[in-house]
C-alpha cells in the first residue's frame, strides 16, 4: 500500500480543488488544495516521478470542475482535461529546477511567479482557457474580494498561491523543528494573509454599497432581459425561426414600459444565417423591426448569426476567411452582437475571444482541421473583432458593452469595454448546451467578479438560465432558474466611474510575467556555467 502513497496525494489534492470551486460551499479549502502537491515536489526526488503525479493532480482538477464540457463535446472535453492538465504542469516542472538552484524560499517564490505567468499567458494565447484561474475560485464570495477592483482575479490567484506556501511552510517547520519562533513567525504570517483581504474587502463593500444605494435611488430608466429557454440541440438550429422570434417578441413586451431604453436577448437569439449587409432586407427581421416600430423608445441588443462577404480576391480577406466553391467568394462567419435602433441603425460586434475547438482552431493545431470538424468543432475559425465596441442608446443614457458568452471570464479584456466608454456590462449567452450541470451556475457567479472588478451594473441574458442583473458588488438580483422561459426588468443606474483595474488592466500579471522570465534567465545562465564547467573537467 506504501507504495501508491504518493498516487493517493496527488488524487487527494485534485479533491481538494474540486471540493473548493464554485458551486461546492467548501471555498475555505482553496487556502490549504494545495498541499499534497507542495508535499509531493519537497519529498519526491525525480523530476519525472514528479511531473507524472502533477499531470494526475492537474486532470483529477480538471476533469471534476469541468466535466460538463462534454455535453457538448465528449472528444473535446478529453482533448481540453488532456491538453489543459499538462500545459499545468509546467509551473511545477519550473519550481522543481528552481528551487533545487536557488533555494527553498526562491523556489516556492517562484512558484507563484510562474503560476501567475501561465494564468497570464492562458487569458491571452490561441489555445486560451481561462475557466480554472485560482483567482475564479471566490466567485460565490464577491464580499471576500471586493478589492479585484485593483487586482482583478490575478489579486486572488495570489492570494490563493501564497496562503498555501505559508500553509505548507507552517506544516514543513512543525514537521522539522516543532514549534520553535520561526514556526509561529510563519503561523502569524499565514493567518495576516488569510484575514487582512478579507477585512479590506468589508472596509470597501461599505462604502460601495452606499454609493449603490443612492445610485439606485435615482435610476430612472430600466433594462429589460429575456430568456427565452430554447433548447439549442432541438429546436434552435433545426426548429422555426418565426416562432422562435416571436417567442421572444412576447416575452419582451410583457415587460417593456415607457421608460425601457435596452431590450437584451441572448447569444445567436436569431438563428437565421444573415449577409450583414441584407440584414434590414431579411424575412425573418420584419417581426423585430415592427417591434421597434411600436416601442420607438429602446434599442434592442441580440445575438445573431451572421456573415460577410470580401471577394474574390484571397489577398483582400482576412486569415480566418473560408471559400466558397460554388461563387469564388470569400466570407466571414460571425458570432455576433446586433445592436438595432428606430432609425432602423444596425451596429455589429463580432465576438473576438472565441472558444477554442469550437470557434477557433489555433493556427498550430490547423492541421487537426478535419479531426476536429468530425467530432463537432470546426476546421477553420470564426471571424473576429479587433476592438471592444460600446453600443449607445438614443438618449445616451445606456453605454451598452457586448459580452458575448466565453468573453465574460476574460477580467481584463472586458476592461477594455469600459475604457471605451462603457457604462453597463450586457452579458449575451446560451449556456444550453452543457444542460443542467454546474457549468452554467459557475459562468453566471464569474460574471460577478466581472462586475467588482469594473464597478459595473451588469445584465445577463442567458437561453436557457441564469438570466440576471447584478450589482456592482456582486450580488445577482432576480435570478431566473433553469429551462425557464422568462423576461425580467429592473431600473439600471448608469456608473461612469472608471476603477484602478480598469484604468490599469492587469499590471500584476504583467509584472510577474517579467519576474518570470529574468527567473527563467538566472536558471539557463546557472545550468550553461555548470554545463561549461563540466565541459573543462
Not at 484575514?195 to 443612492?214: M, N
Not at 463580432?350 to 470557434?359: I, N, R, W
Amino acid at each position: 500500500m506504501k507504495r501508491f502513497t504518493h498516487f493517493f496525494i496527488a488524487l487527494s489534492g485534485g479533491v481538494l480543488l474540486w471540493a473548493s470551486w464554485p458551486m461546492s460551499p467548501l471555498t475555505i479549502l482553496i487556502f490549504i488544495a494545495w498541499l499534497p502537491l507542495l508535499w509531493i515536489e519537497d519529498n519526491v526526488s525525480n523530476w519525472k516521478k514528479i511531473s507524472g503525479l502533477t499531470y494526475l493532480h492537474m486532470l483529477v482538477w480538471n476533469i471534476l470542475v469541468t466535466w460538463w464540457v462534454s455535453n457538448a463535446s465528449l472528444p473535446g472535453a478529453l482533448g481540453a482535461f488532456f491538453a489543459n492538465s499538462l500545459i499545468m504542469c509546467v509551473p511545477w516542472i519550473l519550481l522543481y529546477f528552481t528551487k533545487r538552484k536557488f533555494g527553498r524560499w526562491i523556489g516556492y517564490g517562484s512558484l507563484i511567479v510562474y503560476w501567475l505567468t501561465f494564468e497570464y499567458i492562458h487569458h491571452n494565447w490561441e489555445l486560451t482557457w481561462p475557466w480554472l484561474t485560482l483567482g475564479n475560485s471566490f466567485a460565490l464570495h464577491p464580499e471576500w474580494v471586493q478589492w479585484y477592483e485593483y487586482s482583478g482575479t490575478t489579486g486572488g490567484s495570489l492570494w490563493v498561491l501564497l496562503s498555501n506556501v505559508l500553509a505548507y511552510a507552517l506544516f514543513a517547520e512543525y514537521r522539522n523543528s516543532g514549534r520553535t519562533k520561526s514556526y509561529y513567525i510563519t503561523m502569524i504570517s499565514w493567518v495576516l494573509v488569510l484575514l487582512v483581504p478579507i477585512l479590506s474587502s468589508k472596509l470597501i463593500a461599505s462604502g460601495e454599497r452606499k454609493y449603490v444605494q443612492s445610485a439606485m435611488a435615482k435610476a430612472g430608466k430600466n433594462v429589460v432581459v429575456v430568456q427565452p429557454n430554447i433548447d439549442p440541440y432541438t429546436e434552435k438550429f433545426t426548429g422555426d425561426i418565426e416562432s422562435q422570434v416571436q417567442k421572444l417578441i412576447v416575452l419582451s413586451e410583457s415587460m417593456i414600459d415607457d421608460d425601457t431604453r435596452l431590450v437584451i436577448w441572448p447569444e445567436t437569439a436569431v438563428p437565421a444565417q444573415v449577409w450583414e449587409d441584407q440584414i434590414k432586407y431579411n424575412y425573418f427581421y420584419y417581426p423585430i423591426w415592427s417591434l421597434i416600430d411600436r416601442h420607438p423608445q429602446i434599442s434592442l441588443l441580440t445575438g445573431i448569426d451572421s456573415y460577410k462577404k470580401y471577394g474574390t480576391n484571397k489577398n483582400k480577406a482576412p486569415k480566418s476567411a473560408r471559400f466558397e466553391s460554388s461563387s469564388g467568394v470569400y466570407y466571414d462567419a460571425f458570432n455576433t452582437a446586433a445592436f438595432i435602433d428606430a432609425d432602423t441603425a444596425i451596429d455589429l460586434y463580432h465576438k473576438a475571444k472565441l472558444v477554442p475547438g469550437v470557434e477557433t482552431l489555433p493556427s498550430f493545431l490547423s492541421f487537426m482541421g478535419k479531426w476536429f470538424e468530425s467530432f463537432g468543432g470546426i476546421s477553420g475559425t470564426l471571424g473576429r473583432d479587433s476592438e471592444r465596441k460600446v453600443f449607445t442608446t438614443w438618449d445616451k443614457y445606456y453605454k451598452a458593452s457586448p459580452v458575448i458568452c466565453y468573453e465574460s471570464i476574460f477580467s481584463d479584456y472586458i476592461t477594455e469595454y469600459i475604457r471605451n466608454g462603457g457604462n453597463i456590462l450586457t452579458i449575451l449567452t446560451n449556456d444550453g448546451w452543457w444542460g443542467n450541470t454546474p457549468g452554467y451556475k459557475q459562468h453566471m457567479n464569474y460574471a460577478r467578479l466581472r462586475a467588482i472588478e469594473s464597478r459595473k451594473w451588469v445584465a445577463r441574458s442567458a437561453n436557457t438560465g441564469i438570466s440576471c442583473f447584478i450589482d456592482p458588488l456582486g450580488n445577482v438580483i432576480d435570478p431566473q432558474p433553469w429551462d425557464t422561459a422568462a423576461a425580467i426588468k429592473l431600473a439600471v443606474p448608469v456608473d461612469e466611474r472608471k476603477t484602478f483595474f480598469v484604468k490599469h488592466g492587469d499590471i500584476l500579471s504583467r509584472a510577474v510575467s517579467v519576474i518570470s522570465g529574468l527567473l527563467l534567465m538566472m536558471n539557463i545562465f546557472v545550468w550553461a556555467k555548470r554545463r561549461f564547467k563540466r565541459s573543462k573537467v
